[in-house]
């Protein structure tokens, strides 16, 4: 029968592998607490199996043979593969350690992190965080290339080698100081901008989004300053340089303290970016990673929620998807 059919026991592998790193059956029946005779009769029988001799035996002990030394390297791989399978069943069961990376731009870092990592360390305090703030584009690059776990970004182009493991579609709107003139408006249109001093989204700052160049077209304004920053278009719309464009994750602390005001646009050309939350297909996540994913998944809906009403918006119906990833 071919080596490759032949079922063999772990019993016996475990002793095959004794043998070896004890240099005797004598010496690895004394680690293993067994009859010497018992090892010898597993490996007969892994020999015979085999159809192969896996060792030269000595008066001063064994020593491999070739087929022994392939058998060897297979059962180290095996070994190492079940004390990962271990490591990752203790973790399901009390999750004492692990480490999980993440990548997000700086706004959901800010508004949509901080209370789940919280919460998580809480339960697990043993489990650790890398949390890198990239752009839309580069979290995606990160994923795909499986140099972190999760990603989470306004909504970039969609790539066949990055998955979408869940989105919620957040509002975009003027954000402006109080008592601006556009401020007490319930919603805009894009033509309502025309005229307006603006501080400019330079393009590609919302994942490659088109709301800036359907505002450039449909409003002309006088761009008073241009940005590749949110943060940067908040404090100079503070300082009264003008109005901003975007999506008030990152501002929600501003808005909910009523620091500045947020009208939401209402307009077919300027559709609602989503934040998505991505992995990388066919990925297994560790344990740690595929947990906290799970919480990131069930906290977007709650997120999107509070996001909306402070807009007085309503949720969008179909505007948010947590599906399996």
């Not at 761009?223 to 464009?245: H, W, Y």
């Not at 595929?290 to 969008?316: C, H, I, S, Y």
Request: net charge negative; charged share 20%; hydrophobic share 45%.
């Amino acid at each position: 029968m071919p080596a490759s059919f032949v079922h063999v026991h772990l019993v016996a592998l475990r002793y095959f592998s004794e043998t070896v790193r004890s240099g005797s059956m004598r010496q690895a029946a004394e680690h293993l607490s067994v009859a010497a005779s018992a090892i010898n009769r597993q490996i007969i029988k892994l020999e015979d199996q085999l159809q192969c001799r896996l060792f030269e035996r000595r008066s001063e002990g064994v020593r491999l043979t070739a087929a022994g030394e392939v058998l060897y390297q297979y059962v180290q791989r095996l070994d190492q593969d079940l004390e990962r399978a271990i490591a990752q069943i203790d973790d399901l069961r009390g999750l004492r350690r692990g480490h999980v990376r993440i990548a997000c731009e700086a706004a959901i870092g800010r508004d949509f992190l901080p209370p789940i990592l919280a919460a998580f360390h809480a339960d697990h305090p043993g489990v650790t965080y890398s949390v890198e703030i990239k752009s839309a584009l580069d979290t995606l690059d990160l994923v795909a290339s499986d140099e972190i776990d999760i990603g989470m970004a306004m909504m970039p182009p969609i790539r066949s080698d990055v998955q979408i493991a869940a989105r919620a579609e957040m509002p975009v709107g003027v954000i402006a100081q109080k008592g601006a003139a556009l401020g007490d408006r319930a919603s805009l249109r894009l033509h309502d901008l025309a005229g307006e001093r603006f501080i400019r989204a330079k393009e590609g700052m919302v994942g490659g989004t088109t709301w800036q160049q359907q505002i450039d077209r449909s409003a002309p304004q006088s761009t008073v300053l241009e940005t590749n920053s949110p943060d940067i278009m908040t404090v100079m719309v503070k300082a009264g340089l003008g109005i901003g464009v975007r999506n008030p994750v990152g501002i929600l602390g501003d808005l909910e303290q009523q620091a500045m005001v947020f009208v939401p646009i209402v307009d077919a050309l300027a559709p609602n970016p989503s934040l998505g939350i991505f992995v990388r297909p066919q990925r297994l996540l560790s344990s740690a990673g595929a947990v906290m994913l799970e919480l990131l998944k069930d906290a977007l809906p709650e997120f999107a929620e509070r996001v909306w009403n402070l807009t007085g918006q309503p949720t969008p119906d179909g505007g948010i998807s947590t599906g399996a990833a």
